[in-house]
């Protein structure tokens, strides 16, 4: 009995003990980001754009991707004051050919690829039985194909210099299942597992993966209109300067994962996770014709 209680204590004891130590231990991450080659798709505009200034504020090399060579061009305008070395490549990422050429051109600018950013992403809302099959494919292939591929295009370089960092936006809809946003749901949950799989994967390599989960955010994928319902429902919308620096953080931290938003959102994720049902009764309160018409105007702009 006694020795029972002894090695129950020992447990509870050497428990507490290994979470002080995991809680305190300094980060896996050494990342400097002076001079680093960063990948960045979807930079011509919202996340991806804040990204580029975030690690061009830190004197990263920067390669803008994108499809819209006007908007990539703008914003090489504007960071080049931070730094002398930012390499656009126009391409629709959705592409095998584009892809490669997303890789080859870096590398022979720049001869390495240290970090990837796996941003490009778009939306698409309504009802299933309303989607179009080929915006379902494009939307999937944009969203989950290409951050896959491009991921498996550049690992091979960062397993070359036993070092890289993989930095994949997903969404606060990778953790909790949205109604009227199926598709895009989907994709999000798909880049969750494949980043949680693929973290696993690469572990002792010295390649990290960050997970960055966003909360709703003010940028182009959001039209005005939605913007507003989604306040009139409760959602506070972040600035995507502070999604880029708070992703920027948990990177150089070595975070595996990151949530961004507030206490409802964190809450949403909870409950998700642990006590579904309440989320299904909250959904089947959202889901007013309000926010179904919100919810059916999203789509890639
Ligand atoms: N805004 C939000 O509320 C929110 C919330 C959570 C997560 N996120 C995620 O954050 C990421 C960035 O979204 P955002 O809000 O910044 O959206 P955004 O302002 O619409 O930017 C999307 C970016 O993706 C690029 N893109 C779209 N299709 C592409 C393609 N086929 N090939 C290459 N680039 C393509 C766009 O550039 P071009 O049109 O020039 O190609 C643009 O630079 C996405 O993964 C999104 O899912 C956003």
Do not use: C
């Given at each position: 009995m006694r020795l029972g209680r002894r090695l129950m204590w020992s447990g509870v004891l050497g428990g507490a003990l290994y979470w002080l130590a995991r809680y305190l231990r300094p980060k896996h991450s050494t990342l400097v980001l002076n001079d680093k080659v960063v990948v960045i798709?979807?930079?011509?505009?919202?996340?991806?754009?804040?990204?580029?200034?975030?690690?061009?504020?830190?004197?990263?090399?920067?390669v803008l991707v994108a499809r819209n060579v006007e908007h990539l061009e703008a914003v090489r305008r504007e960071i080049e004051p931070y730094t002398s070395d930012v390499l656009v490549v126009p391409a629709d990422i959705t592409q095998e050919d584009q892809l490669q050429a997303v890789v080859t051109q870096t590398l022979d600018a720049f001869g390495r690829i240290?970090?990837?950013?796996?941003?490009?992403?778009?939306?698409?809302?309504?009802?299933?039985?309303?989607?179009?099959?080929?915006?379902?494919?494009?939307?999937?292939?944009?969203?989950?194909?290409?951050p896959i591929r491009l991921t498996q295009l550049v690992v091979p370089h960062m397993l070359a210099e036993n070092a890289g960092y993989?930095?994949?936006i997903g969404s606060g809809l990778g953790r909790t299942a949205a109604p009227l946003l199926t598709i895009?749901?989907?994709?999000?949950?798909?880049?969750?597992?494949?980043?949680?799989?693929?973290?696993?994967?690469?572990?002792g390599t010295g390649i990290y993966l960050t997970l960055v989960l966003p909360t709703w955010t003010h940028t182009d994928m959001l039209p005005g209109d939605v913007e507003?319902?989604?306040?009139?429902?409760?959602?506070?919308?972040?600035?995507?300067?502070?999604?880029?620096?708070?992703?920027?953080?948990?990177?150089?931290?070595?975070?595996?994962?990151?949530?961004?938003?507030?206490?409802?959102i964190k809450l949403g994720v909870w409950l998700e996770r642990f006590v579904p049902f309440v989320m299904r009764i909250y959904w089947r309160f959202v889901v007013t014709p309000e926010w179904t018409a919100a919810m059916n105007k999203l789509g890639p702009q």
């Open positions: 798709t979807g930079a011509s505009s919202g996340i991806g754009r804040a990204l580029a200034f975030a690690f061009a504020r830190r004197a990263a090399r920067v240290d970090v990837l950013v796996n941003n490009a992403g778009a939306l698409l809302g309504g009802r299933l039985q309303d989607q179009d099959a080929g915006r379902i494919e494009q939307l999937i292939r944009l969203n989950l194909w290409a993989i930095l994949n895009y749901t989907a994709s999000k949950y798909g880049l969750l597992g494949f980043s949680n799989a693929l973290r696993r994967e690469l572990d507003d319902t989604l306040e009139k429902y409760g959602y506070r919308l972040e600035h995507p300067d502070a999604v880029a620096e708070r992703a920027l953080l948990a990177l150089v931290h070595g975070d595996n994962e990151v949530i961004i938003g507030g206490p409802m």
